[in-house]
């Protein structure tokens, strides 16, 4: 650093100089004390201030700025009217009460209607297979005058031997059937009941102890009549139901 800059000094140097005279201060009189101010009234206390609530907007809210009903109810209003608010009130719940029974009785009303539909058609099935029944027991009826007798199981499997067979024999053999042994059976039947009858007009004196034996089933007691010839158109088909 330069040496040659000015130093400032610290400790002023003591000289033999005469020390200045200072004047004895001058008592200044104190001024009157003044009297002390008058106290104020003490304030009222502020109340404590409530927590804000977080301002939630509603339907509810809005409806009770715009409409308001306190009114209402400093006057009086729901007291006098309660006897009319109690009627309508009543007419309200008997009017939900019969709808609820209407509903009711028209929900039993279409339940009865399916039953009755289903009904119907079951009874229309019923009498459309009686009428057929009828009709067919009708028909078998007058056909038995004839000797024919109602197909009512098909007809016999017959097993033919392997081997040349003859179509004129198997022409000749009649085709037996279970409606044509019923037949059978039933015309054996009768002959033995008259021939019992005209043995009872004959021996009238002799009392009868047995009656006359049955006619095999298997034999034809009626010998059936000789067959036509029948054409070369149809002898086909017959072969076809033997075999």
């Known amino acids: 650093?330069?040496?040659?800059?000015i130093k400032p000094i610290t400790n002023q140097p003591r000289t033999n100089a005469p020390r200045a005279i200072m004047p004895e201060p001058v008592a200044?009189?104190?001024?009157?004390?003044?009297?002390p101010p008058a106290p104020k009234p003490p304030r009222a206390a502020r109340p404590a201030a409530q927590p804000r609530v977080a301002a939630s907007w509603s339907v509810f809210t809005l409806l009770e700025r715009v409409t308001r009903v306190d009114g209402l109810f400093r006057e009086g209003l729901p007291v006098r009217f309660l006897p009319h608010l109690l009627f309508i009130m009543f007419l309200t719940l008997v009017y939900i009460g019969n709808t609820h029974y209407a509903t009711r009785m028209n929900r039993s009303i279409q339940k009865l209607k399916l039953e009755t539909e289903d009904l119907r058609a079951d009874y229309t099935?019923?009498?459309?297979d009686y009428?057929?029944?009828?009709?067919?027991?009708?028909?078998?009826?007058?056909?038995?005058?004839?000797?024919?007798?109602?197909?009512?199981?098909?007809?016999?499997?017959?097993?033919?031997?392997?081997?040349?067979?003859?179509e004129a024999k198997l022409e000749e053999?009649?085709?037996l059937t279970a409606d044509s042994v019923i037949a059978m059976t039933a015309r054996a039947k009768a002959d033995s009941v008259r021939r019992a009858a005209e043995r009872v007009t004959t021996d009238s004196n002799a009392a009868v102890?047995?009656?006359?034996?049955?006619?095999?089933?298997?034999?034809?007691?009626?010998e059936p009549a000789t067959p036509e010839p029948s054409s070369n158109r149809s002898a086909p088909r017959r072969n076809e139901r033997k075999r």
């Open 1 to 5: 650093m330069a040496t040659n800059t």
């Open 28 to 35: 200044v009189p104190e001024p009157e004390p003044t009297p």
């Open 125 to 128: 099935t019923l009498s459309s």
């Open 131 to 166: 009428m057929e029944a009828s009709k067919q027991s009708e028909v078998a009826r007058k056909v038995a005058a004839y000797g024919l007798v109602e197909s009512s199981s098909p007809p016999f499997r017959i097993t033919v031997p392997a081997g040349h067979i003859d």
């Open 173 to 175: 053999v009649p085709l």
């Open 209 to 222: 102890t047995e009656a006359a034996p049955p006619a095999p089933i298997d034999v034809d007691v009626i």
